[in-house]
């Protein structure tokens, strides 16, 4: 698969270098991207073994703007992967290849790379690499056509931020949907729906210490620790028959409401519940 298409991946021998990786602990699923409004979530058309792939467009003009995040294993250094994603680059003809050192991202090296296809798109990438990771986020739109400066300045927020998660095994990502929201459907229970939504927070006000104010019969509300915060986990039977399960929480400046609804009579499933909580997972527990 090529990387100059903005659904698809990795030039040659990076795609096969990270294709190939070993699957990620699902500590490790996610990233933190936040994505400029007027984008909306698009289903990729590809099904690649990625601990997170997920694709925003926004029409401008009449004219199609993208912008890709992609996460998985780290199958070597950044310097031999740019290297050969270079390298390949040029193997295809791509015109304008630039690469060049950029600001880091999440305090280690980034790389960005921006070239071109004739009468085609334009690219720009940016890659790093953290803990055992390869990050890459990008943004293309139509040569000859202006930059969005507000997808160019998204690629800065790599790793710092809005948690996007992973598409969780056996759920399917709702399309088209807001940019810094995500919603999934079961697809053995047509009842079944998992949504996150994130805002930025009020300062000094701790979501997770705040209330259960939802709806249904409580079960049980509890605060509980998640990585660095401490988070509100409710658990409440619904008057439609079926149970809620949410987690609510502030992390980094954003406050996260997360649900995770389905029959009272279906057991629950693991990869919904433990994505209640992924956007804490990676960090230190709480002293």
């Not at 009468?119 to 990008?138: C, D, E, H, K, P």
């Not at 701790?206 to 079960?219: H, R």
């Amino acid at each position: 698969m090529a990387i100059g298409r903005p659904l698809s991946f990795g030039p040659g021998a990076l795609a096969a270098l990270v294709l190939a990786a070993a699957p990620l602990a699902a500590l490790a699923d996610g990233v933190n991207f936040t994505v400029p409004l007027h984008y909306l979530v698009e289903s990729p058309r590809a099904q690649v073994p990625l601990s997170i792939y997920r694709v925003w467009a926004r029409s401008v003009g009449g004219v199609r703007h993208s912008i890709v995040v992609s996460s998985s294993a780290a199958s070597g250094d950044l310097p031999s992967l740019m290297d050969a994603t270079v390298a390949s680059l040029k193997a295809r003809n791509a015109i304008d290849v630039a690469r060049s050192d950029a600001a880091p991202l999440c305090g280690m090296p980034s790389v960005r790379i921006a070239y071109a296809f004739p009468n085609q798109l334009s690219y720009v990438f940016r890659y790093t690499i953290v803990g055992g990771r390869l990050l890459i986020a990008s943004y293309a739109h139509p040569v000859g056509t202006e930059p969005d400066p507000t997808a160019l300045a998204a690629l800065d927020t790599l790793c710092s931020g809005i948690h996007q998660p992973a598409t969780p095994p056996g759920w399917t990502l709702e399309t088209p949907f807001p940019p810094n929201a995500n919603a999934w459907h079961s697809a053995s229970e047509s009842r079944a729906l998992l949504m996150q939504v994130a805002s930025a927070a009020k300062s000094g006000e701790d979501l997770g210490a705040q209330p259960f104010t939802g709806k249904g019969s409580v079960v049980s509300d509890r605060t509980e620790a998640c990585g660095a915060v401490w988070v509100r986990r409710t658990t409440s039977n619904l008057d439609d028959g079926r149970t809620l399960e949410s987690a609510v929480g502030t992390v980094n400046g954003y406050d996260y409401v997360v649900a995770y609804t389905r029959p009272s009579s279906q057991a629950a499933d693991a990869a919904a519940l433990a994505t209640l909580t992924s956007f804490c997972a990676g960090t230190l527990p709480p002293s």
